[in-house]
């Protein structure tokens, strides 16, 4: 069984203004504080939804503009073509992911963060029903589409702190970099 870290990294950052992924927290962009959130749970590392990335990157299935879930669809296509068993997903605006969180996902075959759906560990078996929904026109929110897929939520209470806006931003730095990888 091996693990693909993925980092959701597209959208349109409007609430933000600007390319949200490089924004940077002292020498480090939250692409990278997401990467290096997922790094050491993982076998292996992509960037979903974008063409530049210290990693390797691959696009949104069926195509951009879905939201996140095309960035988790991406992500599960790229895990199955490597022969990676499932994914665990991030969101670059999500620059620290605490630990115990990511713990708690992978001990679970299908599981996402109930407070912060783009955060989840998905089996690549998920792949043809995640596209199908998202052929279908049904809702896009992640939360509705893991609820009828039977992944489970963990960790209700646990607030992942993410970026939305430049504020967010500033009220991260602080936290940020008391856990900055090194
Ligand atoms: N791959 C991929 N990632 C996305 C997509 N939409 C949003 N994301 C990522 O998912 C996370 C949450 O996104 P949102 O805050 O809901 O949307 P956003 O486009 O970043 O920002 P707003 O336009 O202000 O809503 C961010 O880290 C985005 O980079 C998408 O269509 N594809």
Redesign the pocket.
Known sequence: MTILGA??????????GRD??LARIGDTT?LEH?LASLSPHVDALVV???ADAPVAVT??LPH?????????A??LAYARQRGHTSVLTT????PNLPDALVTALVAQEAAYAAEAP?VGHWPVRLLEPLLARLASGESRSIRRWAMGAGVVAVMPGITVP????VDDLEALVDSVITSSPT
């Not at 980092?7 to 933000?16: D, E, I, K, M, Q």
């Not at 951009?64 to 988790?72: N, R, S, V």
């Not at 969101?91 to 999500?94: E, M, N, V, W």
């Open positions: 980092v959701l990294a597209g959208g349109r950052a409007t609430r933000f949200k992924a939250l997401a979903v939804g974008r696009p949104d951009a503009d879905l939201g996140p879930l095309g960035g988790i991406g992500a969101a670059c605006d999500t783009t993410n970026v939305n806006t």
